[in-house]
């Protein structure tokens, strides 16, 4: 009836280790939403353009020690502040197409080592620790997974000059990554598609489409709300 209320958007997450092509997919799958008039917005973490996340982009483009739970908190933070236009974004009816979430916060700081680690943070960064401080977030309703080995990874042109593009660290990260979908798996509310990501761009293109036609299909369908991260 005309007074129904509006489906609320889909919260679509991209993840996956450095150069796996995200940011490319993120602002195609925008484009081609956008283009069969399906509402939808590009978010991304960290989100430079805050306060907070002026302060990681200077940690990240520095090689000055931090303390590793104050910048994991920092990364938090960035999420947090994001949540409340996050969450109203989606009851508007538009989807959202998000660039790495807590899955990354999670997986970069646990995968961080004693040699990369600021001589004040001692102890272990659990990933128990490290989830902590996003339960509660809004969570996404999938994660599209951009698979993509480390070789494959590096064949795309050396990393950047940022901190954490390093290989040892990267290969760490990617099985955070396979830890934390097995945490979901378990728990059974936040469904991972995994996708090869060694295919070509419009291979990758058309796959995740597919799957986000899907996502987008039940959301509506689905008198569900949207749930919370690890809760
Ligand atoms: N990163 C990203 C984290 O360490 N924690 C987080 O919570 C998030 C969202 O920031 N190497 C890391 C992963 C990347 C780096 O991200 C910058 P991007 O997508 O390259 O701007």
């Not at 940690?59 to 910048?71: E, G, H, K, M, N």
């Not at 996050?86 to 916060?105: F, K, M, P, Q």
């Not at 989830?131 to 977030?137: A, F, P, Q, Y």
């Not at 990617?174 to 291979?203: C, M, T, Y």
Request: hydrophobic share 40%.
């Amino acid at each position: 009836s005309a007074t129904s209320t509006p489906k609320r958007g889909a919260f679509i997450l991209l993840e996956g280790v450095d150069r796996c092509g995200k940011t490319t997919q993120v602002s195609l799958l925008v484009k081609h939403l956008l283009s069969l008039s399906i509402a939808a917005v590009a978010y991304r973490f960290p989100d430079r353009t805050t306060q907070v996340g002026g302060l990681i982009n200077e940690y990240l483009q520095s090689s000055v020690q931090t303390d590793d739970r104050a910048i994991h908190l920092l990364f938090s933070a960035n999420r947090w502040e994001a949540a409340p236009k996050l969450v109203d974004t989606l009851a508007r009816g538009t989807n959202i197409v998000c660039d790495r979430y807590a899955y990354s916060g999670v997986a970069f700081t646990s995968a961080k080592r004693a040699e990369d680690r600021s001589s004040m943070s001692g102890g272990e960064l659990t990933l128990d620790w490290c989830m902590s401080s996003d339960v509660g977030l809004p969570a996404p309703d999938a994660v599209i997974f951009l698979d993509l080995d480390q070789d494959e990874a590096e064949k795309r042109g050396g990393y950047g000059g940022e901190r954490y593009e390093k290989r040892e660290l990267q290969m760490r990260v990617r099985q955070r990554f396979a830890e934390l979908q097995s945490i979901d798996e378990k728990q059974g509310r936040i469904p991972w598609h995994v996708v090869d990501a060694s295919q070509s761009v419009e291979e990758v293109q058309a796959r995740i489409a597919g799957i986000v036609s899907n996502i987008i299909e039940r959301v509506q369908t689905d008198t569900a709300q949207l749930g919370r991260m690890w809760g």
